[in-house]
């Protein structure tokens, strides 16, 4: 079983900064894609950007250019660097790990519970 927990959601002004981070964690024998998604209210939930292990990524059209995704392969860790957010960036933001979690090179999805992110003034 693995564990994924993001933190670093909270409320921010419109053009201000917020950095989300995740972790995984548990029976981990690699892990390959990470991402974020988010789901604003009423909404589908939505790519924000993944990563893969050798760090090809891919953005949204939308937060191309404010958002930066890293990782580190090490901790099993991603991060989500958000800058000029905007008050459309409000969701709740879901991490996301590729994980072998038995050995067998064959990877499942996880996922996080979520951290709200609120952009208002």
């Known amino acids: 079983q693995v564990q994924v927990v993001e933190s670093g959601g909270g409320l921010v002004q419109p053009g201000g900064s917020l950095r989300l981070s995740c972790a995984a964690s548990?029976?981990?024998?690699?892990?390959?894609?990470m991402g974020w998604y988010r789901q604003a209210p009423g909404k589908e939930l939505a790519l924000v950007a993944t990563?893969?292990?050798?760090?090809?990524?891919n953005y949204a059209d939308s937060v191309k250019g404010r958002f930066t995704i890293s990782r580190d392969n090490a901790k099993n860790t991603v991060d989500l660097q958000m800058n000029v957010l905007k008050p459309e960036d409000t969701a709740v933001y879901y991490c996301t790990a590729d994980v072998d979690d038995l050995g067998w090179g064959r990877a499942n999805v996880y996922w996080g519970l979520g951290t709200q992110v609120t952009v208002s003034s």
């Open positions: 548990g029976s981990i024998f690699a892990i390959y894609d």
């Open positions: 990563i893969t292990s050798s760090g090809s990524i």
